[in-house]
C-alpha cells in the first residue's frame, strides 16, 4: 500500500463558530481530528466544512504510524494525551482513513452556498478568478 495520503483544503469552524472560521490543507484523518477537536457548537454547526480536493498535485507521505504520530504531536500538548486523542478517535492499531471517502462526512460536510442560499457547483468554479476588492481606507475619528 502506498503511503501517499491525498490532501484536502478545508474550512474549520473553531468550536462550530462561523464567525472563527480558518482554511486548512489536511489528511482524510486529520479532518476527522479537527471534527473532534472542533465538533460544532450549540447551534449544531459542524467543526470542518467546505471539503474538497486540493488542486496541488502534493501529497502527504506518511503510513499508518507516521500520520499517528503526526497527529498526536499536531493536535495536543503532550505526547500521552495525543495517543488518548488519537486512539479514541481511530481505535488502537487500526488502519487510518486515506482519502475523504473512507470517513463518516454526514456532519462534516455542508455545501457551499451563494447569496441567495442556492448550491454552489465547485467543479464549474474552479477556472472563476476571485476579484481583488480595493483596498479600504482608514476611518477619520473626530474628537
Given at each position: 500500500?502506498s ?10 469552524q ?8 480558518v ?6 484523518a ?8 472542533h465538533g460544532?457548537?450549540?447551534r449544531?454547526?459542524?467543526?470542518v ?9 502534493k501529497?502527504?507521505?506518511r ?20 495517543e ?7 481505535g488502537?492499531?487500526?488502519a ?5 471517502s ?15 442560499g442556492?448550491i454552489?457547483d ?20 473626530e474628537?
Open positions: 500500500m503511503d501517499l495520503r491525498p490532501l484536502y483544503d478545508c474550512t474549520v473553531l468550536h462550530g463558530s462561523k464567525e472563527n472560521q482554511r486548512k490543507t489536511v489528511t482524510a486529520e479532518i476527522q481530528v479537527l471534527q473532534k477537536i460544532g457548537n450549540e449544531g454547526n459542524p467543526g466544512v467546505d471539503i474538497v480536493p486540493t488542486k496541488s498535485k501529497a502527504a507521505r503510513n499508518d504510524v507516521q500520520e499517528r504520530a503526526y497527529l498526536a504531536r499536531r493536535y495536543t500538548s503532550s505526547k500521552t494525551s495525543g488518548v486523542l488519537v486512539n479514541s478517535i481511530f488502537i492499531g487500526t487510518l482513513p486515506r482519502e475523504v473512507d470517513i463518516q462526512l454526514a456532519t462534516t460536510v455542508t455545501p457551499v452556498v451563494d447569496d441567495e442556492e454552489v465547485l467543479e464549474a468554479m474552479k477556472d472563476v478568478r476571485r476579484t481583488k476588492l480595493p483596498k479600504a481606507e482608514p476611518a477619520q475619528i474628537a
